[in-house]
Structure formats: C-alpha cells, structure tokens
C-alpha cells in the first residue's frame, strides 16, 4: 500500500461523508440556476400559444422582434388546455393566447390574468382528409360513414369541442340523416391532445378524416392534406382570446397584444387565414 | 490504519485486534446510510406526495367510479397481460436459444434484442408506425391480404408495450438459463429424457426465479409504455387509452384529480405486484435449494 494513501486514509475516512455532501449541496443550486438565464438587453418575453396558432405566431414573434430592439419572444405551443394547466400548476409566462374562452376562463379564475383577456381573432373549422381522399369525403355528410376513420381533438382541446359542436349540428340535420339512414355514432378512432396530432394522423393517412382549423393546412403539409371547408350552416366560429399574465413582464406583454392587434399583426393572422378582430 | 477509527464504529473497536479491521468493515459506514437515505427520500416524497395530496379532500377516492378510469385500469390489465404472455411465449425459446448454444451471428442477435430497451419509446412508436400504418412499409399488405388495420387498435397496444418490454423478458431469462450446470442436463440426457422433460423438470425449476423476475419486468415497464403507444395505438378511452394516457390527458386537461386516482392505483398495483414477486421469488429460490 503506497504510504501517502495509508497516512491520509483515516483522514479521508472521515470526511469523505461530509466531501460528498459539501459536493452535492454546490452542484445543486447550480443546477436550479440553469432554469433562469436572463437573456437579451430588452429582456425575453414568454408566450404560451394554441397550437393552431404556430405558424402565425411565430411570425408575430419574430417582426415584433425585429420592431423592438434587443427584445427576444419565447413560444410555448401546446394545445391551450395543456397551457392553461401548465400556468395553473405555476408555469410561468407573459402572454396566454387560448384558442377557446373555456380555457382561458381557467386561467383567469386562478386569478393569473392581468386586465381583461381579449378577442384578437377568429377561425372556422374544416375537415382534412390525406392527399387522394381514399374514404372519399366530398363533405360533412360523410362523416356519418361507419366504416371511416375519424380523428378529432380529445373534448377538452378546444378545437375538440368545436369538432363536436360541428358534427352535432350536421347530426340534427334531414341533410345529414338521409344521406346515413342507419346512423348511430361518428367512428372516432382517436383523441389528440392537440390539434397539430390531427393534423398528422391524416397527413400521414392514418385518418381517413379529422377535424381541424381552417388555418391548419400550412405550408408544411400543402400537397399531402386536402381541406374540405364546412358550410356556414354548419360550422362554428372559434375564438381566440389573449390577455397578459399577472406575475410576467406586464409591460411588454402588453405591447406584445397591442402588436397582435395593430394592422400590421392583423395582416399576418389574417395571412395566415385567420379572420383577426379589430380592437373596438 | 487502525489507529483512528472512523466515527462510525466504536471507539475501541479493532484496536490491537488483527481481525478489527475486518470487523469494522462488516459494519455500515456512515457514508452507506447517508446516501440511501437520500435515494430512498428521492423515491418516496413523490410517491407519498400523490396519497397526501389524493387523500386531503378525497379525490383518491372519488375518481374510481369514473368510468374513464375504470377503462383505463381495464384495458391496463387486459393489454399488459397479453404482451406478457406473448413475451414470455416468444421469449424463452429464444432466451434458452441465446443462452445454451454458440452459433455465428449470436452476439449481433443478442445487441439486436436489446435495442428496444435502450431506445427512446418515441422511436419505438414511429418505426411501429411506419412499418404497420396503413400507409406503412408492411401496412398496405397486411390489409389487402388479411384485412387488418393495426393503428388504433388494441393490437397496437400490446405490439407497442411488448416491442419495449419483452427484452427485458429475454435478457433475465437468458441469464438464467445460463446458470445452468451442463452435468443436470448430461445426466438428465443419458437418462434417455425428451427435451421437453428435460427442460420442465430440471431447467424450468432452477431458472423459475430467473424467469419470474424477467417476467415482472417485463409487466411493469409495459404497465408504464406511454411513448409508442399514444403515437401508434393513437389515444380512445376503452380501446388504446390506458392508464399512462389516462394520466396525460386527464392532466393536460386540468382534470388533476383524475389524474391523482389513477397514479395512485398504478403505485398500488406496481408495489403489490413487487411484493409478491419477491414472495414468489423467495419460494422458488428455497425450492432449488
């Protein structure tokens, strides 16, 4: 045995413990740290977005970067009863935008809203069905079909509850009940989480059809996803609040909103095939 | 060395004793404690989190008429069940394979086998699904030959959960059958027995404690299969949504004490099933003994 490691050994024996436990009470406010980083001169502002709203806000985000210097926009896409949990279990961000009012509601009785939320724009629903229609979904009314696969959002993703809002007014309807005398319920196959998961399944032909937004069909998935609008008589308007966040930087997510709603934020949602709402 | 003894122990302990040290080291250091306790603390807050938070106003409880999770646990069961026994049925052959003989190709075998275990379940689900879609490499045959769709199927549930469990299966197993003397099966041999009285009465009795703990694994880490199964076996109460799913939607929904219940069931049935595994495990080592 080497003699240094036989004179320092009884040493070593002893605080060794006390070594290990030093180490890891050092390493451990470090590793808490690493959460926070301040970013950025104008400082970063966190948005928690609907998922439909990806392309959209992304834009939003990046020529509201380029209109405040220094200033950095973070997004969060989720399917909005996702964000509205995240934010009740203490997730923190500047701006919410919901894609329906139940779930910004959530969010505004946690008592974590600062003013009032906002209607900033619209959507209407659609169905999507893959390139080359295998089921053959001219509209609505065949969605009654009981050997067709549908897919729809879960019922509390916003776009779900609209989904089903849809298909039961189509149900009520002589249309509807001709076309599918033997009617008894739609063949949902699946419940997403998000309406983005919709998108996919019928991309990928899983689905012979979902249900999803007019805004989905971007261009990442132009060519291999046809949409199908829903008449008037049929659809449903969905509308998407947005409000700042009381514990965030209000100051900038309210410039953020008020970007949302200028004519040039207007423009891109409505580039985006939104129908965006005009501040009163 | 044994001059000063670690605070540990006794002051006088191994003090002039040739033997002390050895002594000594047959106890427990502190540094062994510390560190347990602090694994053990990491495991149970959590745990006991879920019963304190489950048990203040009683939404434990009050879930477990919910249909959403009595579906859940139902389909929990049926699924884990059926890719158990497709694991253990494809399994040990192969395991026995693995173990007993050497033949070219064996130890690529026996990487490619383990795959599954250290690969993400993301992964897993994707290739399932570009395999066995309907638009996938063997989904389009699958369905003008048999007509079988396997996507949002309860199928697709238990091809998902045994695709990332059974290696754990065959990994055990395959330990196991190596422990195995080749004297018992030479004698067993010359004895004139069949393979498959050979392999009931003298293999299978020595490898039960092998192949039990493999076969809970397995069960366990299908009970817990998330990733692949939501991305190929897509999420429907009552046909793909099992427990995990549950737990995540019913989360992300805000419905937390949905959520609560149904980890609180999973705790419970993973720790009874832990406990009788090593009741059973115990018996059947005492046995070969």
């Known amino acids: 045995m080497p003699g240094i490691s036989k004179a320092f050994s009884p040493i070593l024996d002893r605080i060794r413990p006390g070594l290990l436990l030093a180490a890891f009470l050092l390493v451990l406010p470090a590793l808490v740290a690493c959460g926070d980083d301040d970013s950025g001169d104008g400082g970063t502002l966190t948005v928690f977005a609907a998922a439909s709203l990806t392309s959209s806000f992304n834009e939003l985000g990046e020529a509201f970067e380029d209109a405040n210097e220094g200033v950095t926009v973070e997004f969060n896409f989720a399917g909005s009863q996702a964000l509205a949990t995240q934010l009740a279990e203490g997730a923190s961000a500047d701006v919410f935008a919901s894609a329906n009012l139940t779930q910004m509601g959530r969010v505004v009785e946690a008592d974590l809203v600062d003013g009032e939320p906002v209607i900033f724009a619209q959507n209407r629903l659609a169905i999507l069905v893959p390139a080359g229609n295998p089921a053959n979904v001219q509209s609505i009314l065949d969605l009654g079909d009981p050997d067709l696969k549908l897919v729809l959002a879960a019922e509390d993703v916003p776009v779900g509850r609209y989904a089903r809002e849809v298909l039961a007014i189509a149900e009520q309807s002589a249309e509807f009940q001709n076309r599918n005398p033997e009617f008894t319920d739609f063949n949902v196959v699946s419940n997403e989480t998000n309406v983005l998961q919709v998108v996919t399944r019928v991309r990928l032909g899983e689905a012979d059809a979902g249900i999803v937004y007019e805004t989905d069909v971007t261009p990442d998935v132009v060519g291999e996803v046809t949409l199908i609008p829903i008449p008037p008589e049929f659809n449903v308007i969905a509308d998407y609040p947005i409000a700042a966040l009381s514990d965030g930087d209000t100051d900038l997510a309210l410039s953020f909103i008020e970007f949302v709603r200028s004519s040039e934020g207007r423009q891109i949602l409505a580039d985006w095939g939104f129908l965006p709402v005009e501040p009163e | ?289």
């Open chain 2, 1 to 289: 060395m044994i001059d000063q003894p670690s605070p540990a122990t006794g002051a006088d302990s191994g003090r002039g004793y040739p033997s002390g040290g050895w002594r000594r080291l047959q106890r427990p250091g502190a540094l062994l404690w510390a560190s347990t306790i602090v694994l053990l603390g990491f495991i149970l807050v959590p745990l006991l989190a879920i019963f304190l938070r489950g048990f203040e106003d009683g939404q434990l409880v009050r879930p477990l008429g919910d249909p959403v999770v009595q579906e859940a646990l139902t389909l929990s069961l049926i699924t884990t069940a059926v890719s158990l026994v497709v694991s253990v049925l494809f399994g040990t052959p192969t395991a026995y394979l693995l173990a007993r003989h050497r033949f070219r190709g064996r130890s690529v075998i026996l990487t490619l086998i383990d795959l599954p275990m250290v690969l993400p379940p993301a992964v897993a689900g994707i290739a399932l699904l570009i395999a066995f879609g309907r638009r996938g490499v063997l989904g389009p045959t699958l369905s003008d030959l048999f007509g079988i769709e396997l996507p949002f199927t309860m199928a697709a549930v238990v091809m998902a959960q045994t695709f990332v469990a059974m290696p754990l299966y065959v990994r055990s197993a395959r330990a196991g059958f190596e422990t195995i003397d080749d004297e018992h099966l030479q004698i067993a041999a010359t004895m004139g027995l069949s393979r498959f009285t050979i392999f009931r009465v003298i293999t299978l009795p020595l490898t039960l404690p092998a192949l039990l703990s493999g076969a809970v694994l397995t069960w366990a880490r299908a009970l817990g299969e998330f990733g692949a199964t939501i991305m190929f076996a897509g999420n429907f109460i009552g046909r793909t949504q099992t427990m995990p799913l549950a737990i995540y939607q019913s989360l992300e929904g805000g419905d937390l004490s949905t959520a609560i219940a149904l980890s609180g069931i999973l705790i419970v049935v993973s720790f009874t099933v832990l406990v009788i595994f090593q009741v059973l495990t115990r018996s059947a080592s005492s046995m070969v003994r």
